[in-house]
T-cell receptor, first 112, second 116 residues
Framework: QQQVKQSPQSLIVQKGGISIINCAYE??????FPWYQQFPGKGPALLIA???DVSEKKEGRFTISFNKSAKQFSLHIMDSQPGDSATYFC???????????WGAGTKLIIKP | KAGVTQTPRYLIKTRGQQVTLSCSPI?????VSWYQQTPGQGLQFLFE???????NKGNFPGRFSGRQFSNSRSEMNVSTLELGDSALYLC???????????????FGPGTRLTVL
């Protein structure tokens, strides 16, 4: 029940296309859902995060869509660029225990 | 502010040895978490320290241990190294001030440990 399931494991998208990464969770007590971006040789860095009181959050080309009833959330990258090529991790935590539960990661490659 | 620093960046050890990794959090951050990252297992949570106390622990054997000092710097130790311990060990600090709220984790670049 503590798991966060992330898909796909890897993704190749043409430059200018939309990249979509999905995550699903079981624990309804989760109330914070961040996405982290990791470039080779670097640690993960927070990209965007959402709380379950909203269904969508947009920051530039990055959007989180949140479906509370389906217990799913996804990251959309619009107009994907080669510089977006990285590994993306979704995660979840609950207010009483701020430990992050991580998805397995998605390696995204944007082809020029 | 300087970011999270980890030393050393690369380490090669042999089976049976022990290793100590160091992490200096962002100034003012009191929470430090450690993760093991491998290609097959993703990010696995090791433990989290806050004000020198271990508050959370992942599902790792007792060979993995850590501590936090009064200046919030943290070390993790792995004893009796096994080949499977080869991984990138990441440290993350957070400005968490107490229970009941989530704060962003800021990651260091990691220590790449290779066990031969």
């Amino acid at each position: 029940q503590q798991q966060v399931k992330q898909s796909p494991q890897s993704l190749i998208v043409q430059k200018g296309g939309i990249s979509i990464i999905n995550c699903a969770y079981e624990n309804t007590a989760f109330d914070y859902f961040p996405w982290y971006q990791q470039f080779p040789g670097k640690g993960p860095a927070l990209l965007i995060a959402i709380r379950p009181d909203v269904s969508e959050k947009k920051e530039g080309r990055f959007t989180i869509s949140f479906n509370k009833s389906a217990k799913q959330f996804s990251l959309h990258i619009m107009d994907s660029q080669p510089g977006d090529s990285a590994t993306y991790f979704c995660a979840a935590s609950m207010g009483s225990n701020y430990q992050l539960i991580w998805g397995a990661g998605t390696k995204l490659i944007i082809k020029p | 502010k300087a970011g999270v620093t980890q030393t050393p960046r690369y380490l090669i050890k042999t089976r049976g040895q022990q290793v100590t990794l160091s992490c200096s959090p962002i100034s003012g951050h009191r929470s430090v978490s450690w993760y093991q990252q491998t290609p097959g297992q993703g990010l696995q949570f090791l433990f989290e320290y806050f004000s020198e106390t271990q508050r959370n622990k992942g599902n790792f054997p007792g060979r993995f241990s850590g501590r936090q000092f009064s200046n919030s710097r943290s070390e993790m130790n792995v004893s009796t190294l096994e080949l499977g311990d080869s991984a990138l060990y990441l440290c993350a600090s957070s400005p968490i001030t107490g229970q009941g709220a989530y704060n962003e984790q800021f990651f260091g670049p990691g220590t790449r440990l290779t066990v031969l």
